[in-house]
């Protein structure tokens, strides 16, 4: 995966101006801690929120609402893996919301963009285009992440045979 760390707050300034606040809270720097679709969940909001800063901001929409509550869609500290899958789908939008509530001042869009996120599993339909946006690149991010992961779990898999083989037939 090329590197997505803090490389799109440092590369873009606009961006990392939008969102420094956030980045720098250190709550919000725990994410980095917690697992999330095989990578940290600090990058996995990190890269929905730059998509949506790119995307939202070409259409001409609330780019710099949009791009906060992207970053904060998933501002929960629990594993996923803690819950059973069905209960962490549909309830941690709501916790991310109580979170990023307690630590920013939230606008009614930004609330959407979290409290939807999870539309249509959760049911709860997005009242504004920013919030279908967060919503689709989230699903995006989400399959392009876990699929990353999969295949270098594969490629380990087949390094782990191929090493064997050849000590075992040396
Ligand atoms: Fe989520
Ligand atoms: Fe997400």
Known sequence: MKKIKDNYAILDKDFYYIVEDILENENFQKLK?????GITRYNHLLRVAYH?????????LKFVEATRGALLHDFFFYETEDDSAYNALKNHSFYALENAR?????????????????FPVTQIRPHYKES?????????SSCYERIYCFRKYLLNTFLFILTFFSIKFR
Do not use: R
């Open 102 to 118: 307690k630590y920013f001042e939230l606008t009614e869009l930004e609330k959407d963009i979290i409290k939807t996120h999870m």
């Open 52 to 60: 949506t800063y790119k995307i939202s901001k070409k259409l001409d």
């Open 132 to 140: 279908y946006i967060v919503d689709i690149i989230d699903d995006i």
């Open 33 to 37: 801690e917690i697992k999330h679709h």
